[in-house]
T-cell receptor, first 111, second 116 residues
Framework: GQQLNQSPQSMFIQEGEDVSMNCTSS?????WLWYKQDPGEGPVLLIA?????ELTSNGRLTAQFGITRKDSFLNISASIPSDVGIYFC???????????FGSGTKLNVKP | NAGVTQTPKFQVLKTGQSMTLQCAQD?????MSWYRQDPGMGLRLIHY???????DQGEVPNGYNVSRSTTEDFPLRLLSAAPSQTSVYFC???????????????FGPGTRLTVL
């Protein structure tokens, strides 16, 4: 199957710091999605990207669809304790009708 | 508008037992899918469906069956449970409104399954 390489695997940061995480693939995707998952819950969509080069913000979150369509990044500015959780990237391939997920970035924020 | 609902929330099975995990969505989404989530493995696709009467295999389909008789429901059946199927199972749905993009994918709350 398609491989999405998500990094870093985990991060420990101080409240107020900015955070950056990314996903890369050897395949071209039609859509990139970023999710956050809290313990015991299902993933919740944060940002969806549909066009190469697209830069989209959702509050303190900003994500970009890479120009090559093989990568995406998510930035969180001025982190707060409630940002703690696992962040997943996902890519959608129209030809296969499938979503593929990265292995997640676990974010820890120290108050 | 309940979104994506899953039942049960928790389940314990003995090896060899069968059961059905239920999933329903009320958003008239064409696309529905089942994932399993294991520690450090992210989400892996089990089966998916692009519409009523159409199903296809994902990355890890062995030991699972699905059917899609209506747009709203997409049950996942474990035929003969094995300890390797201990996992958290998520159902998701999405709209495929145009030919070259997928609408956002919404997840249910999950079913936590333990097979002894």
């Amino acid at each position: 199957g398609q491989q999405l390489n998500q990094s870093p695997q985990s991060m420990f940061i101080q409240e107020g710091e900015d955070v950056s995480m990314n996903c890369t693939s050897s395949s071209i995707f039609n859509t990139w999605l970023w999710y956050k998952q809290d313990p015991g819950e299902g993933p919740v969509l944060l940002i969806a990207l549909y066009k190469a080069g697209e830069l989209t913000s959702n509050g303190r979150l900003t994500a970009q669809f890479g120009i090559t369509r093989k990568d995406s990044f998510l930035n969180i500015s001025a982190s707060i304790p409630s940002d703690v959780g696992i962040y997943f990237c996902a890519g959608y391939l129209y030809n296969f009708n499938k979503f593929y997920f990265g292995s997640g970035t676990k974010l820890n924020v120290k108050p | 508008n309940a979104g994506v609902t899953q039942t049960p929330k928790f389940q314990v099975l003995k090896t060899g037992q069968s059961m059905t995990l239920q999933c329903a969505q009320d958003m008239n989404h064409e696309y529905m899918s089942w994932y399993r989530q294991d520690p450090g493995m992210g989400l892996r696709l089990i089966h998916y469906s692009v519409g009523a009467g159409i199903t296809d295999q994902g990355e890890v389909p062995n030991g699972y069956n699905v059917s899609r008789s209506t747009t709203e429901d997409f049950p996942l059946r474990l035929l003969s449970a094995a300890p390797s199927q201990t996992s958290v199972y998520f159902c998701a749905s999405s709209s495929l409104r145009t030919l070259d993009r997928a609408d956002t994918q919404y997840f249910g709350p999950g079913t936590r399954l333990t097979v002894l």
